[in-house]
T-cell receptor, first 118, second 112 residues
């Protein structure tokens, strides 16, 4: 079974702190994604990565950065946390759709990190 | 830009009823469409994936159909149970882009 593991289920930080959210997958997936989910706004893509050291901005990248030094690990960084970044953060991974393995394989999600910025 | 819409936003049914959830998308150039389930405070669990060349997929009491030309998918749940209560989301991945586009979900409540 595919496992996507997010380092924390709940996290409380203070305004201005640098915050790291970690995600690890064990299925050799090329793609990894970070989303945030807010009531009434649905899932919004922050960043994604299709290879080591590669990253692409999603729909709402402002205030965030990412790091992918190893294929299995994708980190989301809040450079200076603000209260409007209080949210549920979801990590996901998948094969590249265009790859031989990718077309019929689903995207897999972690259990989420509920982040509160005070 | 691809837009994914789910109707209704919420649905409440008595146990045992068959029901249909709807998903529509604006650009038919998709690789596949996925249906997910999300329980409160949890991540998303993949239920069914339909490739663009397929018309439907089945898993147990769930059946998902895809009509790419009209930009629609339905998730059919047979003989609903209280344990089916959750939010159901659909997502498409486009042929030319390496991103998933999600609908806002249908919140299902199955009453005992």
């Amino acid at each position: 079974d595919v496992k996507v593991t997010q380092s924390s289920r709940y996290l409380v930080k203070r305004t201005g702190e640098k915050v790291f959210l970690e995600c690890v997958q064990d299925m050799d997936h090329e793609n990894m994604f970070w989303y945030r989910q807010d009531p009434g706004l649905g899932l919004r893509l922050i960043y994604f990565s299709y290879d080591v050291k590669m990253k692409e901005k999603g729909d709402i990248p402002e205030g965030y950065s990412v790091s992918r030094e190893k294929k299995e690990r994708f980190s989301l960084i809040l450079e200076s946390a603000s209260t409007n970044q209080t949210s549920m953060y979801l990590c996901a991974s998948s094969f590249l759709p265009s790859s031989v393995r990718g077309g019929n394989q689903p995207q897999h999600f972690g259990d989420g990190t509920r982040l509160s910025i005070l | 830009k691809q837009e994914v819409t789910q109707i209704p936003a919420a649905l409440s049914v008595p146990e045992g009823e068959n029901l249909v959830l709807n998903c529509s998308f604006t650009d038919s150039a998709i690789y596949n469409l996925q249906w997910f389930r999300q329980d409160p405070g949890k991540g998303l669990t993949s239920l069914l994936l339909i490739q663009s060349s397929q018309r439907e997929q089945t898993s147990g009491r769930l059946n998902a159909s895809l009509d790419k030309s009209s930009g629609r998918s339905t998730l059919y749940i047979a003989a609903s149970q209280p344990g089916d209560s959750a939010t159901y989301l659909c997502a498409v991945i486009e042929r030319n882009f390496n991103k998933f586009y999600f609908g806002s979900g249908t919140k299902l409540n199955v009453k005992p």
